[in-house]
């Protein structure tokens, strides 16, 4: 399906309203137009979504499904924009957007260190690609994100980007798993796992699939999951990759991988034309001593450094 919001919008408008006639005059459309969008609508979804009768039009069980979604899909993508409407910061706010790194409470602590007098607020979104479009676009005045592999990433004219750290990846097990014990873990002896891995996009499956068939298997994808993934590690649904500064939780134990198949990038962003674009590099200085810091705290980190590899 093509769907989008605007559509959602449109069944909404339709239900609440109870007629297309009436529906018609709350979107100031002729009723032919919203009959029209109507059926264009329900061609994507390849279902009837209303029963039309004499009193008006009531939704289908399909119809009642999409609407159900459309309610808790509206008011986040609205609370989106408005969070994210181009606009300078207003009220000596700092917006920062982020993805899942194991350094936010890092960059947050030295934000509010360095900027004591300005509001902090942020947004976690899993694409790095997208966090470099919002700070572009003035929606975020800087960005953590996270990059896998080697890959170097594009930012347009106007945007500096700065690497803090460039970690390897470690592998997070059953408690109970076989290797569990094993102080490092070759990624050819996880060949017949399934596999948890996160649907954030912007190529990270690519790499991640490519460094599996580097070890001589495709990899069994078993969850597609952005969230929730040590309670299905803990709970021997399969293993999944995790930062190194990841704190181990009950049920699960996390291991290095030999020879560092996988490595992730951490990579401070902002705009070159910020009123605070002088601070920022003191940020970045402040943001790496915080990465070491962390590094230094995390025990099996610690040891994976100490020993030398690399």
Same mark, same amino acid.
């Given at each position: 399906?093509?769907?989008?919001?605007?559509?959602?919008?449109?069944?909404?408008?339709?239900?609440?309203?109870?007629?297309?006639?009436?529906?018609?005059?709350?979107?100031?459309?002729?009723?032919?137009?919203?009959?029209?969008?109507?059926?264009?609508?329900?061609?994507?979804?390849?279902?009837?979504?209303?029963?039309?009768?004499?009193?008006?039009?009531?939704?289908?069980?399909?119809?009642?499904?999409?609407?159900?979604?459309?309610?808790?899909?509206?008011?986040?993508?609205?609370?989106?924009?408005?969070?994210?409407?181009?606009?300078?910061?207003?009220?000596?706010?700092?917006?920062?957007?982020?993805?899942?790194?194991?350094?936010?409470?890092?960059?947050?602590?030295?934000?509010?260190?360095?900027?004591?007098?300005?509001?902090?607020?942020?947004?976690?979104?899993?694409?790095?690609?997208?966090?470099?479009?919002?700070?572009?676009?003035?929606?975020?005045?800087?960005?953590?994100?996270?990059?896998?592999?080697?890959?170097?990433?594009?930012?347009?004219?106007?945007?500096?980007?700065?690497? /803090?750290? =460039?970690?390897?990846?470690?592998?997070?097990?059953?408690?109970?798993?076989?290797?569990?014990?094993?102080? /490092?873990?070759?990624?050819?002896?996880?060949?017949?796992?399934?596999?948890?891995?996160?649907?954030?996009?912007?190529?990270?499956?690519?790499?991640?699939?490519?460094?599996?068939?580097?070890?001589?298997? =495709?990899?069994?994808?078993?969850?597609?999951?952005?969230?929730?993934?040590?309670?299905?590690?803990?709970?021997?649904?399969?293993?999944?990759?995790?930062?190194?500064?990841?704190?181990?939780?009950?049920?699960?134990?996390?291991?290095?991988?030999?020879?560092?198949?996988?490595?992730?990038?951490?990579?401070?962003?902002?705009?070159?034309?910020?009123?605070?674009?002088?601070?920022?590099?003191?940020?970045?200085?402040?943001?790496?001593?915080?990465?070491?810091?962390?590094?230094?705290? =995390?025990?099996?980190?610690?040891?994976?450094?100490?020993?030398?590899?690399?």
């Amino acid at each position: 399906m093509e769907l989008q919001v605007r559509h959602l919008r449109v069944l909404v408008a339709i239900a609440r309203a109870g007629s297309l006639n009436r529906a018609a005059g709350e979107l100031r459309l002729a009723q032919p137009a919203l009959s029209h969008q109507l059926r264009r609508i329900e061609q994507m979804v390849g279902d009837r979504l209303f029963d039309r009768g004499t009193r008006g039009v009531r939704p289908t069980r399909i119809g009642e499904l999409l609407l159900a979604r459309a309610e808790a899909i509206i008011p986040a993508f609205d609370e989106l924009d408005r969070d994210f409407r181009r606009q300078q910061p207003s009220g000596g706010g700092l917006r920062i957007g982020w993805n899942d790194s194991g350094l936010l409470s890092g960059l947050f602590d030295c934000v509010e260190r360095l900027f004591p007098d300005l509001e902090l607020t942020s947004r976690a979104d899993l694409s790095h690609g997208r966090l470099v479009s919002q700070v572009a676009s003035g929606c975020v005045d800087l960005a953590l994100a996270m990059i896998c592999g080697p890959r170097t990433l594009a930012v347009p004219d106007g945007v500096r980007a700065e690497r /803090v750290a =460039t970690e390897p990846s470690f592998v997070a097990l059953p408690a109970q798993h076989r290797l569990a014990a094993s102080p /490092v873990v070759d990624l050819s002896d996880l060949a017949r796992e399934r596999w948890i891995v996160s649907s954030c996009g912007d190529g990270c499956r690519i790499v991640f699939r490519e460094m599996c068939l580097a070890h001589g298997f =495709t990899p069994r994808i078993a969850h597609d999951v952005d969230a929730l993934r040590h309670r299905l590690v803990s709970g021997a649904r399969g293993v999944c990759l995790v930062q190194p500064t990841t704190s181990e939780l009950p049920g699960v134990a996390i291991r290095p991988l030999a020879g560092d198949p996988i490595t992730v990038q951490h990579v401070l962003l902002w705009r070159a034309d910020h009123l605070l674009d002088d601070r920022f590099t003191e940020l970045h200085h402040a943001v790496t001593s915080a990465y070491e810091q962390l590094m230094a705290q =995390t025990d099996r980190y610690r040891e994976w450094m100490d020993n030398g590899t690399t």
